[in-house]
């Protein structure tokens, strides 16, 4: 009998969304479309849909690092991925965890506000937690233009990504899709250099969903083995083409179709 294919293992530290768009579901689904399998760590519950997020309910910080030790103990957990945190003593919580598996890469995605309204998801007190804490432990930090300056201090995207990475990140992605440009214009980074520039077309919608897409696929890829550089390339792809599918549900953004190459696969049957 053959054995069984052994998926690898991302611990996904993120929010509850309700509307399925972003958080632990997007991170789930993303995974699954690298082949690997999300072990889902409950950071908050939100109240949102697909237009605004109107209420973050963070758990108890035992309460999150409890998962975290009871997966990190019995699995052999290849990368963890870290969205919406949702409060200081989260923050700090996860902290004390990485600080016991420092072998492990983190990929964050620094969510500071709600794509759809720009409604703040972090204060000042979490932002510079995250500064002190999280950015110093990253493997590949994937902030938007916007984060990326509020993170750093910084006036220009570059001053920023160098300020981050001086502050420990190992790669910095920053993405472009909140600047009013033709195109869409990712820039990779790493030991104070500008690695590769992404430029992918603008898709005419506005996306729910798709930074958590990008970072979960991102961490995904990692952990099949990928190097850096291919998994940040790959995972691109992967995000461009599940916004260009994606659909619109409720009466906000459109939602990515994680799924969509199942899609392309049943019509080439």
């Known amino acids: 009998m053959d054995s069984p294919e052994i998926f690898p293992i991302v611990l996904c530290c993120s929010g509850n969304d309700p509307s399925g768009g972003a958080g632990i579901q997007a991170d ?3 995974l699954s479309s690298q082949a690997c399998h999300a072990a889902p760590i ?6 949102q849909d697909s237009q605004d997020v109107k209420r973050i309910e963070p758990l108890h910080p035992s309460l999150f690092t409890q998962q975290m030790r009871t997966v990190l103990e019995d699995m052999p957990v290849a990368v963890i991925k ?7 003593e989260i923050v700090k919580a996860l902290y004390s965890v990485l600080m016991d598996y420092p072998e492990l890469p983190m990929v964050l995605d620094p969510i500071l506000a709600s794509g759809g309204s720009g409604k703040a998801m972090a204060n000042d007190d979490l932002i510079e937690a ?16 916007h984060e990326a300056l509020t993170l750093s201090g910084a006036e ?6 160098l300020n981050l990475l001086e502050n420990g990140a190992e790669y910095v992605l920053i993405t472009g899709a909140d600047s009013k440009t033709e195109q869409v214009h990712n820039v990779l980074y790493h030991h104070a250099t500008q690695l590769e520039r992404f430029d992918w077309p603008r898709l005419p919608h506005s996306y ?12 995904g890829l990692l952990a099949q083995g990928e190097h850096p550089i291919a998994a940040v390339r790959q995972a691109q792809e992967y995000t461009w083409q599940s916004l260009k599918a994606a659909h619109r549900p409720g009466m906000g ?4 179709n994680r799924f969509y190459w199942a899609s392309s696969e049943s019509e080439k049957k």
């Open 28 to 30: 789930i689904e993303a």
């Open 42 to 47: 409950i950071t908050c519950l939100t109240v």
């Open 82 to 88: 870290v969205g919406l945190l949702g409060s200081v």
């Open 130 to 145: 995250m500064e002190r804490y999280l950015i110093p432990n990253t493997f590949v930090l994937t902030p938007n233009r």
């Open 156 to 161: 220009n995207e570059q001053s920023a990504a």
């Open 208 to 219: 729910h969903g798709s930074g958590c897409t990008l970072s979960a696929s991102i961490a």
């Open 253 to 256: 953004q459109h939602l990515p």
